[in-house]
């Protein structure tokens, strides 16, 4: 089991970046898989950004693309989620997820594929 806390968020005007972040700790010498999603309140949890355990393939929503980068640093086992260019319409509250994976090139864009969550983190942007 990994163990996940997110930081990072707040609230932006549209146009802006923010940087989210998410520590691991716990079974963090097993490859794992890691992915960000969002929801908003009523909504379901929407799939961002995915990236493998070497953080060699990834892979974006259309909705992010071009504007969001994911990555991680295996060194402090920390996944950072890099967005710019912020929108309205990416108001939500984000989690970062993670599984354990016997594939170190695999990335995962189900949620219920991941079996550990942070706690989530508020993005707001503004007009």
């Known amino acids: 089991q990994v163990q996940l806390v997110q930081s990072g968020g707040g609230t932006v005007q549209a146009g802006d970046s923010l940087r989210l972040s998410c520590a691991a700790s716990g079974r963090t010498s097993s490859p794992y898989a890691m992915g960000w999603f969002r929801q908003n309140p009523g909504k379901e949890r929407d799939f961002v950004a995915a990236i493998s355990w070497r953080g060699i393939n990834v892979f974006y929503a259309d909705s992010v693309k071009g504007r969001f980068t994911i990555s991680r640093d295996n060194s402090k086992t920390i996944v950072y989620l890099q967005m710019n260019s912020l929108k309205p319409e990416d108001t939500a509250v984000y989690y970062c997820?993670?599984?354990?994976?016997?594939?170190?090139?695999?990335?995962?864009?189900?949620?219920?594929?991941?079996?550990?969550w942070g706690q989530g983190t508020q993005v707001t942007v503004s007009s």
């Open positions: 997820a993670a599984r354990e994976t016997d594939n170190s090139g695999f990335y995962y864009i189900d949620s219920i594929e991941y079996h550990d």
